[in-house]
């Protein structure tokens, strides 16, 4: 079986971790801005996406290319600052269509976040995600940044590449 890697990023993190699968995999990879970007040419799909305030940056392309999607094994990899479960699950599943949700294999990731790289806004919506944020520690995390970048996370991603190709 033939794939390919879809992402799109924001600040650079979710484009290194898909550069990491490429070379892992040599699986071709896309910016799902590139009008070339054809999920329909390939058997299976690796789909990769910040979350993005509470929500997948990749959400609207998903939606546009769901009938595409629903018919391929399908691989979502998560970057963000949120570790798996319950919470970031719950982003996850409210970007996307239930059905299709179902039959991705999710794989979180963590990114890295620096608020001297984000604009003016959104180290404001981060000040205020703070102000707002229960937990402690995710509330440092928000205001001083983190960085959990770590291309060993990959491994589950290229795995179930391997998986899929034999």
Do not use: C
């Not at 801005?33 to 990749?58: N, Q, R, T």
């Not at 959400?59 to 970057?79: C, D, G």
């Not at 699950?89 to 996307?96: K, N």
């Not at 059905?99 to 976040?113: I, Y």
Request: glycine content about 6%.
């Amino acid at each position: 079986m033939n794939g390919a890697i879809f992402f799109t990023s924001k600040y650079g993190r979710t484009a290194q971790y898909a550069g990491w699968i490429r070379d892992a995999t040599g699986l071709p990879i896309f910016d799902v801005k590139d009008p070339h970007a054809d999920p329909a040419e390939y058997d299976f799909l690796v789909l990769g996406s910040p979350v993005y305030f509470y929500k997948l940056l990749i959400r609207k392309w998903i939606m546009k290319n769901q009938a595409t999607i629903e018919n391929r094994p399908t691989i979502l990899f998560t970057v963000s600052g949120a570790s798996s479960g319950p919470k970031l699950d719950d982003w996850v599943a409210g970007s996307m269509p239930g059905a299709l949700m179902s039959k991705v294999e999710h794989v979180a990731l963590r990114g890295r976040q620096s608020p001297r790289e984000v604009t003016w806004w959104h180290r404001l919506l981060l000040k205020i995600a703070a102000m707002r944020n229960k937990d402690p520690a995710a509330r440092r995390e928000e205001l001083e940044g983190f960085d959990y970048m770590d291309r060993s996370s990959i491994d589950p991603v290229v795995e179930l590449v391997r998986e899929w190709r034999t």
